[in-house]
């Protein structure tokens, strides 16, 4: 056993404790951990090291070595790179590429294995303290919306409102261009979309969907009605009817219409998820299936695709400028600002919400 090796074999020692130990501090971990009946395991490629976990409905342990049979083994090429990986604190970007070069391998069922995956890494957050405790059992948190960046007020577990982020003396400084004899200084206050606001209300709405749900007249193998889309009601149904229906159909169509008929694309502002946003696994998946992709347009910035490229000659960049901000360049420099077919107080902002406002604002006031 090398030097690496017997490094690796102590981190994955500590690796059990660290499960024993946060069991028996926190609740929430014990009862995750409670109930489950497999074995897993992380080793080397070539075996000279490993440590397996057994997880049982009521005990959990850990042994030193290899297990011949384990529901779950993570294997890391080398002893070296586990180390490197398994070392807090992690940086989840040498987990990626280490994954994405074939440096690190899973086997085993995919629900067993991401179990595990999702225990490791709740070792590392579990028994953190979130939020700032307010007057009246309030606790105040951050959120990073789509919309702008604000506080979220919660009382018993439940959001009793949303307002924009508003600076302390705790918090950086903010920055101050210089123009033309003036001083700028953005407020100490963030700005949000208007839809922003309404996610209190999106939240709790009682149409919002929370489960699967099938149209009461649509049977799968039988009449499916499709003359009542938009005209029937919806049932709730399972999590495991949704996927088995879900799942068939891919395998029926794929059968009897070839793997062209499955058609897939993805806009670049929706369908979040493991599958649904356009840099997710959504094309391994469907690589995997056969399928005719949609080609992805240039959603949401044509302007800057077809437009501004033939003025700014920014074609590298698919039309939009260099990745800095050009409002000191403007406040300092420009003579006249024109916006070409836009109305930015009305059209604009998108993540950066009212940003620009007060930024339209300064620009009149250098004349």
Same mark, same amino acid.
């Given at each position: 056993?090398?030097?690496?090796?017997?490094?690796?074999?102590?981190?994955?020692?500590?690796?059990?404790?660290?499960?024993?130990?946060?069991?028996?501090?926190?609740?929430?971990?014990?009862?995750?951990?409670?109930?489950?009946?497999?074995?897993?395991?992380?080793?080397?490629?070539?075996?000279?090291?490993?440590?397996?976990?057994?997880?049982?409905?009521? %005990?959990?342990?850990?042994?030193?070595? %290899?297990?011949?049979?384990?529901?779950?083994?993570?294997?890391?090429?080398?002893?070296?790179?586990?180390?490197?990986?398994?070392?807090?604190?992690?940086?989840?970007?040498?987990?990626?590429?280490?994954?994405?070069?074939?440096?690190?391998?899973?086997?085993?069922?995919?629900?067993?294995?991401?179990?595990?995956?999702?225990?490791?890494?709740?070792?590392?957050?579990?028994?953190?303290?979130?939020?700032?405790?307010?007057?009246?059992?309030?606790?105040?948190?951050?959120?990073?919306?789509?919309?702008?960046?604000?506080?979220?007020?919660?009382?018993?577990?439940?959001?009793?409102?949303?307002?924009?982020?508003?600076?302390?003396?705790?918090?950086? !400084?903010?920055?101050? %261009?210089?123009?033309?004899?003036?001083?700028?200084? !953005?407020?100490?206050?963030?700005?949000?979309?208007?839809?922003?606001?309404?996610?209190?209300?999106?939240?709790?709405?009682?149409?919002?969907?929370?489960?699967?749900?099938?149209?009461?007249?649509?049977?799968?193998?039988?009449?499916?009605? !499709?003359?009542?889309?938009?005209?029937?009601?919806?049932?709730?149904?399972?999590?495991?009817?949704?996927?088995?229906?879900?799942?068939?159909?891919?395998?029926?169509?794929?059968?009897?219409?070839?793997?062209?008929?499955?058609?897939?694309?993805?806009?670049?502002?929706?369908?979040?998820?493991?599958?649904?946003?356009?840099?997710?696994?959504?094309?391994?998946?469907?690589?995997?299936?056969?399928?005719?992709?949609?080609?992805?347009?240039?959603?949401?910035?044509?302007?800057?695709?077809?437009?501004?490229?033939?003025?700014?000659?920014?074609?590298?960049?698919?039309?939009?400028?260099?990745?800095?901000?050009?409002?000191?360049?403007?406040?300092?420099?420009?003579?006249?600002?024109?916006?070409?077919?836009?109305? !930015?107080?009305?059209?604009?902002?998108?993540?950066?919400?009212?940003?620009?406002?007060?930024?339209?604002?300064?620009?009149?006031?250098?004349?």
């Amino acid at each position: 056993m090398n030097f690496a090796d017997k490094v690796l074999d102590t981190i994955l020692f500590g690796m059990g404790q660290a499960i024993r130990m946060t069991a028996a501090r926190h609740s929430s971990f014990k009862k995750r951990i409670r109930g489950k009946d497999f074995i897993a395991q992380i080793k080397t490629l070539d075996g000279s090291t490993g440590r397996y976990f057994i997880f049982q409905p009521k %005990i959990f342990s850990s042994r030193k070595g %290899i297990h011949a049979k384990a529901d779950v083994n993570y294997i890391i090429s080398n002893s070296k790179l586990a180390v490197k990986l398994f070392t807090p604190p992690r940086d989840q970007l040498d987990m990626i590429n280490a994954a994405k070069d074939g440096h690190v391998m899973v086997e085993g069922p995919d629900e067993m294995a991401m179990w595990f995956s999702q225990t490791l890494n709740l070792l590392f957050t579990t028994g953190t303290k979130y939020g700032t405790e307010m007057d009246d059992g309030v606790m105040r948190y951050t959120s990073n919306t789509n919309g702008g960046p604000i506080f979220v007020y919660v009382k018993d577990n439940k959001i009793i409102r949303i307002t924009p982020i508003e600076f302390d003396d705790m918090d950086a !400084p903010p920055w101050t %261009i210089h123009a033309r004899g003036k001083r700028f200084t !953005p407020p100490r206050k963030t700005t949000v979309s208007p839809h922003t606001m309404g996610w209190k209300s999106m939240v709790y709405s009682k149409d919002r969907i929370l489960y699967p749900m099938k149209r009461v007249d649509f049977d799968v193998n039988g009449e499916r009605n !499709p003359q009542n889309r938009g005209i029937s009601e919806y049932e709730r149904i399972s999590w495991d009817e949704a996927l088995d229906l879900v799942a068939g159909e891919i395998k029926r169509v794929k059968r009897d219409c070839g793997p062209g008929a499955i058609l897939n694309g993805s806009g670049s502002h929706h369908t979040w998820g493991h599958l649904g946003y356009w840099l997710s696994a959504r094309l391994r998946f469907f690589n995997s299936l056969g399928f005719t992709p949609v080609v992805h347009n240039p959603d949401s910035w044509e302007g800057w695709y077809w437009g501004a490229m033939h003025h700014w000659g920014h074609s590298a960049r698919l039309g939009a400028g260099e990745a800095y901000g050009t409002i000191e360049d403007c406040l300092q420099e420009a003579e006249m600002v024109v916006f070409w077919s836009s109305d !930015p107080e009305a059209t604009s902002g998108v993540y950066g919400a009212f940003e620009g406002t007060v930024r339209r604002q300064w620009l009149k006031e250098v004349g």
